[in-house]
Structure formats: C-alpha cells, structure tokens
C-alpha cells in the first residue's frame, strides 16, 4: 500500500494550490479516501472525505467553500484544491485510507501560505 502526496508549497495569501494523492496497492476505487493537516505539536486534524460514490465531507468549516475533493478512479489519484488560502491553512497535508482496520497514510507535503 502506498499514498503519495504532492502539490504542496509556498504560496501567499489569497492563493491556491491543487494537492494531489496518488494512490496504489489496493482497489482504489472502492477506498473512501481522506485529507489531514497536522503542524508540528498539534494534534491531526481531519480536512475532507471523499467515499468510493464520489460523495463528499467536509470536516473543518474553515474549508468549506473554499476547498473541493476529487478523486480519478482512472488514475488512481485524490485531489484537494484550496483555493482563497489563509494563514492558517498552513500544515503538513496527508491523504489517509483505512484499510483493514489500520489508518494507511503517505508522507506528507507541506503547505506554507505567507506574504
């Protein structure tokens, strides 16, 4: 099983950015897959869901509207766009998949949003 994350980087205020997770190891189109954030002494927090219907979750409101999840069954990939990025929308982003009962997540791209 392996996630690999990618997208992250410096952007400034206002900006966006397109995470991509790409996916393999498992029968991704059946995975409900998940974006977290997590900076460094704090604790995981979970960002968006997005179930093998294509149906969505947003778990932070501070997201909401400004932030969308997809998925490409064809190629194996989840993706978050942020859009109108903060300050605080500064983290390390994980995509995560349960799988057997244990959490599976990737190594992480860091996402920085400064002026």
């Known amino acids: 099983v392996q996630l690999v994350e990618s997208g992250g980087g410096l952007v400034q205020p206002g900006g966006s950015l397109r995470l991509s997770c790409q996916a393999s190891?498992?029968?991704?189109?059946?995975?409900?897959i998940n974006w977290a954030r997590q900076a460094p002494g704090k604790e995981l927090e979970r960002v968006a869901v997005?179930?093998?219907?294509?149906?969505?979750?947003f778990y932070e409101d501070s997201v909401e509207g400004r932030f969308t999840i997809s998925r490409d069954n064809a190629k194996n990939t989840v993706y978050l766009q942020m859009n109108n990025l903060k300050h605080e929308d500064t983290d390390v982003y994980y995509c995560?998949?349960?799988?057997?009962?244990?959490?599976?997540r990737g190594q992480g791209t860091q996402v920085t949003v400064s002026s």
């Open positions: 190891g498992f029968t991704f189109s059946t995975a409900a």
């Open positions: 995560r998949t349960l799988l057997g009962g244990s959490m599976k």
């Open positions: 997005i179930y093998s219907n294509g149906i969505t979750y």
